[in-house]
């Protein structure tokens, strides 16, 4: 018994099985994850080492060499880069495709134990960091007000960031810029002395005083108590009399030798919007299984409440990932559903008959809930690529199901059976056929589904969904189809049909007989070219290789380009710079920034945070870099295009001394995110000012070519 004869003989369990489908199918469309494109990062880890007050070289030999020399005999390691810059290191170790990025984090972390002992003893305790794409921010809010920047830094660490904390689907809340709250205790070393007393001293006694002190437990008959001592010190008055001796003159308080005050660390980044005010950026970095667009939208709402309990508190959204994404996946939605409508107004002009056309009306959205469960299961999301597969798959999911069609109708008319029986026995006639070409197709994509590598992290999810598209048109076409075909022949409205249909039956007979006329004249042209067959064969090898020349002329792309409508800029001032320089660059970038209107708003993020994920995240890492977020206004009410606003702001930047080096491209330039440029050339050495002077030597002979 074949699969036909089951589904039309077991109508009622075919339909349950069916009705089952189309709730997963519905199910798995809006529970699946949605991004702008599938996961292709490589698996990258780096190592994040702050040693403060240590030039850049003495960073790379007492920190980077070591480091390096023991990674390299970590299983899967394809490339080793390090960075040194004055008091701070970074060394990345990128891993083969099918390294697991936890796996491989716990083992940079056993070689980052192996070689402590060799690192020096007074560095900060290095910092192991997973880098993918996944844990970029998906939304950042910039935080303002007229209050001093410390409370709004204070206010964004203790209630903002916990209140969004809690909203489902955001794995953390990274703070940038602003001042942390400090208390300075500025020692005179005259009174000190005076008293004869050493710094040391001070500061045990000071460290000893500020703690929580733990008493052990009391046990009742029916509790249990536990028993501190708190001794921190929330205001400035009680540290200033914490006892630090004595004399023959009576007790020596801190406020004695040092004067205290209410101050804020030292500020090693800052962050502004728009260029004028300064405040603090929060950034939201969602789970790794979370839906971005859900996530924005929690994230949103809860804002909302925000906004209304600290009226005096300025937030502004200056940066969202799921507007792009949204747009992307609507578009190409959109595009899906115009296209099935048409591939179903093009079946009806070919079939001419209704109720075939109804046929496969009913077949293609059944298909598609299929696949989209499929996918589902198959931990497929919903993106860029899977969504272009399924544009692309709309054709495929009726090629099976016209020729079990024009079978099933062929059994009916000509040859007199019933309903029923030419239902089963037509469907039954091709059913190997539709397999045979079926499983051909299938073979195609099923090697790039295990390529490996790169290959297969970029194909694999275009090709699945491809697979899955001709399993669910196969299956479609051998069981729904069938019953569907069955039922309507069975029907008795054929002389109602014509009157119904009148007028769209005609633009049927109108494009058959526009068919008929096309297949005269392209006889005739065939008679011609089979009696000129060297000219032909000639005209087709000439096109042939004039197509091959023009390759070049059109370019290559790995991933195509988009105008996404968000620039970052990544800059980096000049070895030795300090915050204000930086922070006077980045001024003049904005200035130029203001000049362009097509630009509706952004953010700077100057030099680096301590403790916050962002700055390894944006490639802002020191006080001589910075970070700006450009957004621009929507691409249907803009003239220029985005690489044009991008060449504008490159050539107003040259134009700034004391610049490094600087970037500018657009979200989604380049395939891989750990891919700075299209064209990375490196030049490797000890002496810096050779590598300068070739780097500069290199930079001129590209541009005069």
């Given at each position: ?22 709730l997963?199918?519905?199910s ?49 390691v ?8 004055e ?14 990025l ?19 003893s ?8 997973k ?8 939304l ?22 916990d ?16 001042k ?37 437990k ?8 536990l ?63 979370a ?6 939208k ?22 969202d ?9 609507n ?11 048409l ?16 046929a ?13 469960t ?26 099976d ?5 024009e ?10 059976k ?8 037509g469907?039954n006639?091709?059913?190997l ?12 994509v ?14 694999r ?35 109602k ?19 008929e006329?096309?297949r ?22 000439g ?20 105008d ?9 001032a ?5 915050l ?15 000049n ?12 680096t ?6 700055s ?46 600087f ?20 030049l ?6 050779v ?15």
């Amino acid at each position: 018994m074949t699969l036909t004869d089951l589904s039309v003989k077991h109508l009622y369990t075919t339909f349950a099985i069916t009705a089952a489908i189309i709730l997963l199918g519905v199910s798995s469309f809006f529970s699946m994850k949605t991004e702008l494109n599938p996961n292709i990062d490589p698996v990258v880890v780096s190592i994040f080492t702050t040693y403060q007050g240590v030039s850049a070289s003495d960073i790379g030999s007492l920190i980077n060499e070591p480091l390096e020399e023991k990674l390299g005999i970590v299983e899967g390691v394809k490339k080793i880069t390090s960075k040194a810059m004055e008091g701070k290191s970074i060394v990345t170790a990128e891993f083969d495709y099918d390294k697991d990025l936890d796996v491989a984090a716990v083992e940079v972390q056993n070689v980052v134990n192996l070689v402590r002992n060799q690192l020096p003893s007074d560095i900060d305790e290095p910092q192991i960091k997973k880098i993918s794409s996944e844990d970029k921010p998906i939304l950042t809010i910039a935080v303002s007000g007229s209050f001093p920047l410390e409370e709004i830094r204070t206010l964004a660490d203790n209630e903002i960031s916990d209140r969004l904390q809690l909203v489902k689907g955001v794995a953390s809340v990274d703070v940038f810029g602003g001042k942390k709250r400090e208390v300075e205790i500025s020692i005179d070393k005259d009174k000190l002395a005076a008293f004869n007393m050493s710094m040391s001293d001070v500061v045990s006694k000071v460290n000893g005083e500020n703690v929580v002190i733990p008493g052990g437990k009391t046990t009742r008959s029916n509790s249990e108590l536990l028993i501190r001592t708190p001794a921190q010190y929330d205001s400035l008055q009680p540290l200033e009399k914490i006892v630090i001796g004595g004399s023959s003159e009576g007790l020596i308080y801190l406020d004695d030798v040092a004067e205290i005050k209410d101050y804020y660390e030292d500020q090693r980044g800052s962050f502004y919007t728009m260029g004028k005010k300064e405040g603090v950026a929060v950034n939201i970095i969602k789970q790794r299984d979370a839906n971005t667009i859900e996530v924005v939208k929690k994230v949103k709402t809860t804002l909302k409440y925000l906004k209304k309990q600290y009226p005096e508190v300025n937030f502004v959204i200056v940066d969202d990932q799921s507007t792009l994404i949204e747009l992307v996946v609507n578009n190409l939605a959109l595009s899906i559903f115009q296209g099935i409508i048409l591939t179903i107004f093009v079946i009806f002009l070919f079939l001419n008959k209704w109720r075939n056309t109804l046929a496969v009306c009913i077949s293609i959205p059944i298909t598609f809930v299929f696949i989209l469960t499929l996918m589902k299961f198959s931990g497929l999301t919903l993106n860029s690529t899977t969504m272009a597969a399924l544009l692309l798959s709309i054709g495929m999911l009726v090629d099976d199901s016209i020729l079990v069609i024009e079978n099933i109708t062929r059994h009916y008319e000509e040859l007199g059976k019933s309903s029923l029986k030419a239902a089963i026995e037509g469907a039954n006639e091709v059913g190997l056929s539709n397999f045979s070409g079926s499983l051909t197709s299938m073979i195609v994509v099923f090697p790039v589904m295990f390529a490996g590598g790169f290959v297969e992290k970029l194909f694999r999810p275009i090709s699945m969904t491809l697979f899955f598209a001709w399993t669910g048109s196969l299956i479609a076409s051998l069981t729904i189809i069938p019953i569907v075909m069955s039922l309507i022949l069975k029907s008795n409205i054929r002389k109602k049909e014509f009157k119904i249909l009148k007028g769209i039956n005609w633009i049927g007979k109108t494009f058959i007989k526009f068919l008929e006329n096309s297949r005269d004249r392209y006889l005739r042209y065939l008679k011609i070219a089979l009696e000129h067959r060297a000219v032909v064969i000639a005209l087709g090898i000439g096109l042939l290789i004039i197509s091959l020349n023009m390759i070049p002329l059109i370019g290559m792309e790995m991933v195509p380009v988009m105008d996404s409508g968000q620039i970052y800029i990544s800059m980096e001032a000049e070895p030795g710079s300090s915050l204000k320089k930086t922070a006077w660059i980045t001024k003049q970038v904005e200035k130029n920034l203001d000049n362009i209107s097509e630009i509706e708003i952004y953010s700077s993020q100057i030099g680096t945070d301590t403790g916050s994920n962002t700055s390894s995240i944006t490639g802002a890492n020191g006080v001589q870099q910075s970070y700006i977020s450009v957004i621009l206004s929507n691409r249907n009410k803009r003239k220029r295009s985005i690489w044009d606003i991008e060449e504008e702001i490159r050539r107003n930047i040259n134009k700034i001394p004391g610049l490094r080096s600087f970037v500018v491209r657009e979200l989604g330039s380049t395939a891989i995110s750990t891919t700075k440029a299209p064209l990375v050339i490196k030049l490797s050495g000890k002496n810096s000012k050779v590598l300068e002077y070739m780097a500069k030597g290199k930079y001129n002979h590209i541009l005069d070519n």
